[in-house]
T-cell receptor
Framework: EAQVTQNPRYLITVTGKKLTVTCSQN?????MSWYRQDPGLGLRQIYY???????DKGDVPEGYKVSRKEKRNFPLILESPSPNQTSLYFC?????????FGPGTRLTVL | QKEVEQDPGPLSVPEGAIVSLNCTYS??????FMWYRQYSRKGPELLMY????GNKEDGRFTAQVDKSSKYISLFIRDSQPSDSATYLC???????????FGIGTKLQVIP
């Protein structure tokens, strides 16, 4: 089954404690990206990657890091999380006009 | 001004009605136009996309793009209570470029 998986699905952490959210896809897509979704602001792209070792900033990259060392994986790293990064995060992979989303990670930073 | 504008609603319609959802945009370089459906607590699900301009139909859903007016639409025929969800439009200049979403329109279909 074609899918995008994310882990963990839920995470509560404290300010400043580094964390990583993993993302993996099995569709052999070159393009992967991370979004955050906030009430009243909608879905906003954080970072995207066009291929292995190629990434670019989206609309809200501040406070986030990404790496793309393998085609199937695209982890999101928060090196020093802050409360304003409390949000619902989605990973996605894309081929042309077809973009598929993971189930989401609900992150709370206290 | 946002690059993609979408009325957040909510929009309530009776079962069986034709629903029209719309987005406007300002970037004339957009080439991919996508529509997603998102149920509460779930990830967005791609409904359909069009490349460049024109119409596309898939079952009860029809997507239209009018590049001259920078306006896209999604029509849902014979709406069902199961269509109750938030509908998001999204656009991109190319297959490897940034994707910009509208804020989403919340639709409720009343039995």
């Amino acid at each position: 089954e074609a899918q995008v998986t994310q882990n963990p699905r839920y995470l509560i952490t404290v300010t400043g404690k580094k964390l990583t959210v993993t993302c993996s896809q099995n569709m052999n897509h070159e393009y992967m990206s991370w979004y955050r979704q906030d009430p009243g602001l909608g879905l906003r792209q954080i970072y995207y990657s066009m291929n292995v070792e190629v990434t670019d900033k989206g609309d809200v990259p501040e406070g986030y890091k990404v790496s793309r060392k393998e085609k199937r994986n695209f982890p999101l790293i928060l090196e020093s999380p802050s409360p304003n990064q409390t949000s619902l995060y989605f990973c996605a992979s894309r081929w042309g006009g077809e973009q598929f989303f993971g189930p989401g990670t609900r992150l709370t930073v206290l | 001004q946002k690059e993609v504008e979408q009325d957040p609603g909510p929009l309530s319609v009776p079962e069986g009605a034709i629903v029209s959802l719309n987005c406007t945009y300002s970037n004339s370089a957009f080439q991919y136009f996508m529509w997603y459906r998102q149920y509460s607590r779930k990830g967005p699900e791609l409904l359909m996309y069009t490349y460049s301009s024109g119409n596309k139909e898939d079952g009860r859903f029809t997507a239209q793009v009018d590049k001259s007016s920078k306006y896209i639409s999604l029509f849902i025929r014979d709406s069902q209570p199961s269509d109750s969800a938030t509908y998001l439009c999204a656009m991109s200049e190319g297959g490897y470029q940034k994707v910009t979403f509208g804020i989403g329109t919340k639709l409720q279909v009343i039995p």
